[in-house]
Structures are given as structure tokens and as C-alpha cells.
């Protein structure tokens, strides 16, 4: 390896815990094309059994460190060819681990415009600012007098002595020492502060939190700070960023402790004799004018790098944690889209998803064709013998809700089991291509039916062919960096696809474009070869597929099921390459490898270290081993859903004291989001999540957990419900003293877009404020 890349494997080695021959091993594989659940499954013994979360992590931090070893050869190469490139310098940016300490140590060669600096300097005065920093007997007026020039600009002693002070602050405000000093300082003693522009009180007034607010840096929250840089780049709050000894000065003219930081720093000693004046000026000048504006903007920068990486990784458990919920099997299955004017929309799909019929009844406003309806939802149910019916939870799910429990006790031989299901993007879905090209023949309306249904079969399968971003379990999505977003929700949709695993012959387009190593291109050319020759009998007819080459199979196959193949292995999680070793264990029990599947009381008697070989070391074969086992395990929950109260379909239904079952719906870093089906989620603030002390509410739920909660309060015209899961919580008695605004720290997730159908993740109150101090 070379002297780079061996620093690049050693800081990551220190970063991730991870021995230096692991990190080695895993960025090798990447660089050949590996995925990172393919690393993270089949190659432990490589890797020394790094997971996925630590392969991403990896994979980040990889590409962060290439971006700085370029720019360490660019900054050196730079310097070297200014002839301004030392010993001392040349380990300095050596040993710089992140890019602001190299670019703060590149600050006074790297190439700028014409500066005050550079004119005083091309006016002759570096020799002036040289001799009053250097000479402490110095007269700096004395001596200014003998630069005087008319020609350059100096034509008289203040401009020769600002052209001196001009050199001076670059100089002092290019310290990579006093920038890394200031910068740590104010990450650990200072504070943000919001305050609200004269005049915008009133439009701002879901900010109202923030008009005057101030909290330290080392302890903003994420959505705090997402709310604050929002309503400052909306117009309605101005941030300040400083050490908050000095907003309490009663002179604001005094003197900022950063600057005699400056002096100190640089290396000065300032006191009452003119020389001493000047540079007390000078460090003054420095912090003031160069440093100060420029420190606050990075602060800021920071802050909302940090937030918005929080924001992001909340996304991204969220999204697992909905993916991975517990699919209600293979079972002919009615989808119900409702709606009041426009009708209820419904489709029946068999156990593979395929639609079997569609239709719209009216039974709500104005037609009121409720046991019209009833009929023809009961002849569709006992004509498909649907066994699951998934009712959309946006508007008028409730009553479409009652519509079927209506049906259900009229019709006694329906054996179907009714469950209300987030129809989050289900809009986004049946506009998209995808769904054209799935259901050319039916209307957008009628599309969004069968997405729900599909979705109560198998919520993986069908939300990815959904952007993620408009599933509607984000925190303020829409603030944060989009592409680094989308990185990372990609990221988590194919780990999760991997890990349940897919069946070849009945997967979707956008299913399989998800399988590690395979794209929207491979994957539209398997079932452009499935839908020619029908389903594929083994895994090895993958290789007949265009565009399929070796390294493609190996990366996918072991992550493609095919129930029903010649070889039963082909339905389990063993990849190809590891067959051999299966047909070794058989060979040593005495039964052919069908009869070998599922057997436990013959596998749980051997030892997996019988069969390591030069190529499968023991994790892989006790792998094998767990896998053949119970083949195809599912790694998600058994499925099970929340039984709303009949007698509560709207937020006028509710009354503190009342307990209810829900699922959540959204965990963000304050709280948890349940929808008990009044159309409006309801918070449990983290505060009151358990009756033990929670730092992070997703060690407690995580969305599409099922929940028993208590109401404590309802406020009606703003549309907000705070519960608790602390069911001894007793509800506060009736008060005035609610706030009036809802904040932006209390505003809806940012998810799918608002015309989304007001579904429930997308219209989610983060109203925070009303129920923190009263849950404690």
C-alpha cells in the first residue's frame, strides 16, 4: 500500500474500532465492486464480521477521506510551488485529519483576491507592520512617517498605519492555532440566539418559541435548530452566534474576550504605550472585522450540518423501521381508498398482489349509498374470498371504517379481518410511471386502492416503488441536503430489501432494482426475460438474462428466492457459492440436502468447525448452518395491528383520560407520533414515553408499533393531542394557559407533499410545546 492509503486504513481503522486488516479487507471489496450487504453476508471472514451499519459508516467516511487526501496534494502542491513550503509546514498539513484544519493551514497561501492587506503591502507598508509587531520600542507614528507615499496611496501617517494594521489582522486572522482555539471555544461555551424582526410578530407567529430564545451550542437539538435557521431564512428571526458573556457586557463597546485570544496567540504583549494601543487596535480589528462574521456563518453552517445529519439518520430509522414492519401474508386482499365526494375507491387483489377487480361505491356525502355499498363490498369479499381488507387512512377512513364493520356483522360468513393502513404516498404512487406501467388499464384514482392493499400483503414490496421522501416519516426533510438525504434513504431501502430477501418470480421492477447488485436496468431486463420464458426454475437461469454477468450474480443471487426450484436452496439465504458445503453436511448426516432442510434435530448435533475449509471460514458455516435450519427466516415481526375505538372518529370524540390503542407513526428526537384514528396523529412527548428517564425515543418504539396511550389533552382548533404512555399520568385539569401559536419547533414533519391526500404521516402536529411542561 502506499504511504496514503495506509493513513486512509489506519484513521479508519482508529474511527470505526476495527483492526486495520478488517478495514483493508472491506475497502478492497468496495473498490471491486462489492455491495455492502453482500459484504456484510457473505464475506465475514474477510471483513471479521464488520455489519452493515458499520460498512456504511465505512463507506462515508471512505469517500470523505479520498476528497481529503486530494485536496492534501493539491494544498501541498500549491504551497511547494509558491517556494513558501517548509519542513515544519509540510507535517503540519500532513497530520491534518479533517478539511477545516487543512484549509485553515492552506488560509495564508491559498490565492485571493486583491485585499486591504495586499494593497498596503504592495504600498510598501509590510516593512512598517513588520517593525511594530517585532520591535517593542517601536513608535508606531515615528515610524509610520518614513513610509510616506503619495504615489502608492500613503499620503499621510493614518493611512500608513491602517495599511500596517490591514497587514497585521490577515496575518493574525490566517492562525490556523487562533481559528482552531476560537472555534473550539465556541463549539464548547457559546450560544445561539433567535430573535424575531421588528414587524414580523404576527406572520411569524408559529416562531413565537424563537423570538427570544437562546440556548448553548453544545446542547441545541436538531429541530430546534432546523426551526430556528428556517424561520431566519424565512424572514421572521435573525441568529447571532457568540460567547454569551459577552451579550451580558453592559458596555457593548468593550472589549470581546476573543480578542485578547488574538494577542495571545499571536504572540503579543499589549499595554498603555502607543505600540500597545496600536495592536490592542489591531487584535480588535482582527476579531471584529475579520473574524467575527466569518466564525458565526461557519457556526451556523456547523449547526445545521449537525442538525441535518440528525435529521437524516431519525429519517432513516424511521424508514427501516416501515419497511420492516410485519407483512400480512399472501391473502387475497379488498384495498379501500376512502373518500367523501369522490367515492371509495376499491380494489381486490389476489395473494400475489395482482388485481382481481375494481370499483367506487358512495356511501358518505351526497350520494349516501351506504347499504348500496355494503352490498357490493360483501359480493366482492365472498366472489375473490378476501381474507384481508386494508382500509386508507385519510380522510373519511373512519367512516369507511364503520362501513365495514357494518358489513362484517351483516355478513357473519365473511371471514375477513379489517385493518386501517397509511396510505403516505399512495397519491405520489398512482401518478407515477411505475404505477402506468404496472396498472396501465386502471385510473390514478384507482391505483392508490390497489397500493394499499398491497402494502397490508407486504409493506417492503410495495413501498419501494415510492421515493422514500414521500413516505412521510421525515423531520424536516425538506431543510435538509437533499442529495445527502436521498443517499441515505436509498441506502436504507436496500439493506432492508436484503435482508428479508426477494422471490424472483413474482418481484417487481422496483423491487429488484433494490437487490445488491442489481439497477433499474438489470432489473427491467429479468422480468423482460421472465415475462418471454416464464418463471425462473433455479437461480443459476439468472445467468441466461441480458446484461447479467458472473459479477452481478455473485452479488445478487444469494439475496433471490425462488420457491418451488429443483435445488431447495435456491429458497434460502445460502449463496451458490456455498452449495458445496451443504452438500458436504449431507453427505456426512447420510440424507439427500432436501431432507437435510429444516431438519434442527440433526443439524444442532454437528459442529460447523468440521466443515471449515481454505474458502469458508467458521461465521460463514455457522450461517449455513442457522439458515438451512429454517430456511428463508423473515426478519420481520410477526404481523399484528391496533384495534381503534368505534366510538372515536374525530378529535371532538376525545377526552383526557381516555385510553387508546394506536400505531405510532413517526419518531422524532422529541417525541413519538400515534395515530388512534381521529385523522391527527397525537405526540407522546419523550418525556412521556416511559416512567424511566429516555434519552432517545426510538429505544423505546419505532414506527408501526402498536401502543396503548392515555389522552391528556385536546386542542381542538389547532388540531393538536398530547398523550402519554405513562398511563398513571393523570390529565391536567382545563387551562388557559395553552400557547396561542403553534411553533416551528411544534410544525408537521416535513414528508410527502401536502396535497398528498392529508395522509396521517404527512399531516403529523409536531406540537411539542403544550404538552412538555405538564408531563413531568
Known amino acids: 500500500m502506499t504511504q496514503v492509503q495506509t493513513r486512509i486504513i489506519t484513521q479508519l481503522a482508529t474511527e470505526l474500532g476495527a483492526r486495520p486488516a478488517q478495514i483493508q479487507a472491506a475497502v478492497e471489496l468496495l473498490d471491486d465492486g462489492a455491495t455492502v450487504p453482500f459484504i456484510a453476508r457473505y464475506r465475514k471472514e474477510a471483513t471479521g464480521g464488520l455489519d452493515d451499519a458499520v460498512l456504511r459508516d465505512l463507506l462515508d467516511r471512505l469517500h470523505y477521506l479520498r476528497e481529503l487526501e486530494d485536496r492534501r496534494a493539491t494544498v501541498l502542491e500549491s504551497i511547494l510551488s509558491q517556494g513558501k513550503l517548509t519542513d515544519e509546514l509540510r507535517l503540519a498539513i500532513e497530520k491534518a485529519d479533517n478539511k477545516q484544519l487543512l484549509e485553515d493551514l492552506y488560509l495564508p497561501y491559498k490565492p485571493k483576491r486583491r485585499t486591504r492587506a495586499q494593497i498596503a503591502r504592495e504600498a510598501g507598508l509590510q516593512g512598517l507592520a513588520d517593525e511594530i509587531l517585532n520591535n517593542p520600542e517601536c513608535q508606531p507614528e515615528q515610524e509610520a512617517a518614513k513610509y510616506l507615499n503619495a504615489d502608492l496611496g500613503v499620503a499621510d501617517i493614518k493611512a500608513a498605519l491602517e495599511g500596517a494594521r490591514d497587514i497585521l489582522a490577515e496575518q493574525f486572522s490566517e492562525n490556523a492555532e487562533l481559528l482552531a482555539h476560537i472555534r473550539k471555544t465556541l463549539l464548547e461555551r457559546g450560544a445561539v440566539r433567535s430573535q424575531v424582526v421588528e414587524g414580523q410578530e404576527n406572520e411569524g407567529a408559529k416562531f413565537r418559541d424563537y423570538f427570544n430564545h437562546q440556548e448553548p451550542l453544545s446542547q441545541v437539538a436538531s429541530h430546534r435548530m432546523l426551526a430556528m435557521l428556517r424561520g431566519r431564512d424565512q424572514g421572521y428571526l435573525t441568529l447571532k452566534i457568540d460567547l454569551p458573556e459577552f451579550w451580558s457586557l453592559e458596555n457593548p463597546r468593550a472589549p470581546h474576550p476573543f480578542e485578547a485570544t488574538v494577542a495571545s496567540l499571536s504572540r503579543i504583549q ?431 418504539v419505532k414506527a408501526g408499533d402498536v401502543v396503548k396511550v392515555k389522552v391528556l389533552e385536546v386542542d381542538i382548533p389547532r388540531k393538536r393531542i398530547a398523550l402519554t404512555m405513562r398511563l398513571g399520568d393523570e390529565a391536567p385539569r382545563a387551562s388557559a394557559s395553552a400557547p396561542k401559536h403553534r411553533s416551528a419547533d411544534q410544525a408537521r414533519p416535513s414528508s410527502a407533499p401536502r396535497s398528498d391526500r392529508n395522509s396521517a404521516p404527512a399531516n403529523n402536529a409536531f406540537a411539542a410545546a403544550f404538552a412538555k411542561a405538564r408531563q413531568k
Open 270 to 700: 499589549l499595554s498603555d504605550a502607543p505600540r500597545g494601543n496600536f495592536l490592542a487596535d489591531v487584535c480588535r480589528w482582527t476579531w471584529r472585522v475579520k473574524l467575527a462574521s466569518s466564525m458565526e456563518s461557519e457556526m451556523l453552517s456547523h449547526l445545521r450540518d449537525q442538525a441535518q445529519n440528525e435529521a437524516i439518520l431519525v429519517f432513516g430509522r424511521n424508514l427501516k423501521d416501515l419497511l420492516l414492519a410485519a407483512p400480512a401474508g399472501a391473502k387475497a386482499t379488498m384495498g379501500l381508498d376512502p373518500g367523501i365526494r369522490t367515492g371509495v375507491k376499491v380494489a381486490v387483489v389476489d395473494s400475489t398482489g395482482q388485481v382481481l377487480e375494481t370499483t367506487t361505491v358512495y356511501p358518505h356525502e351526497p350520494r349516501k349509498q351506504w347499504n348500496e355499498s355494503i352490498a357490493v363490498l360483501a359480493a366482492l369479499c365472498n366472489k375473490h374470498q378476501v381474507a384481508l381488507i386494508a382500509i386508507g387512512n385519510g380522510t373519511a377512513s373512519r367512516e369507511t371504517d364503520q362501513l365495514v364493520t357494518d358489513m362484517l356483522q351483516q355478513f357473519k360468513n365473511l371471514n375477513a379481518t379489517k385493518v386501517m393502513v397509511s396510505e403516505a404516498g399512495a397519491s405520489v404512487y398512482s401518478a407515477s410511471a411505475l404505477a402506468s406501467s404496472e396498472l396501465p388499464e386502471l385510473d390514478v384514482s384507482l391505483r392508490g386502492a390497489v397500493s394499499i392493499a398491497r402494502r397490508l400483503q407486504d409493506p417492503l414490496a410495495e413501498l419501494v416503488k415510492i421515493d422514500p421522501k414521500s413516505i412521510g416519516v421525515g423531520q424536516y426533510q425538506h431543510d435538509v441536503d437533499q442529495r445527502q438525504l436521498s443517499g441515505r434513504l436509498d441506502a436504507v431501502v436496500e439493506d432492508c430489501v436484503n435482508a428479508v430477501g426477494v422471490e424472483l418470480n413474482t418481484a417487481s421492477e422496483a423491487l429488484l432494482a433494490r437487490v445488491s447488485g442489481l439497477n433499474s436496468t438489470v432489473a427491467r431486463s429479468v422480468v423482460a426475460y421472465r415475462n418471454s420464458n416464464g418463471r425462473f426454475n433455479s437461480r443459476a437461469d439468472l445467468k441466461k438474462v441480458p446484461r447479467l454477468g458472473d459479477k452481478t450474480f455473485e452479488q445478487a443471487a444469494g439475496f433471490l428466492r425462488i420457491h418451488g426450484a429443483s435445488n431447495p436452496l435456491d429458497a434460502s439465504a445460502v449463496h451458490p457459492e456455498a452449495y458445496g458445503i451443504v452438500e458436504k453436511i449431507a453427505v456426512k448426516v447420510g440424507q439427500p440436502v432436501d431432507k437435510l432442510i429444516g431438519n434442527s434435530q440433526v443439524l444442532k448435533g454437528l459442529k460447523p468447525e468440521e466443515f471449515v475449509d481454505e474458502r469458508f471460514g467458521l461465521p460463514t458455516i455457522k450461517d449455513i448452518l442457522g439458515e438451512i435450519e429454517k430456511p428463508g427466516r423473515d426478519p420481520r415481526p410477526s404481523f399484528k395491528t391496533a384495534k381503534f375505538d368505534d366510538k372515536v372518529h374525530t378529535l371532538q370524540d376525545l377526552k383526557p383520560g381516555m385510553m387508546l390503542e394506536g400505531v405510532v407513526t413517526n419518531v422524532a428526537n422529541f417525541g413519538a407520533f400515534v395515530d388512534i384514528g381521529v385523522h391527527q396523529d397525537g405526540l407522546v412527548h419523550i418525556s412521556a414515553l416511559a416512567n424511566t428517564f429516555v434519552k432517545d425515543p426510538h429505544s423505546v
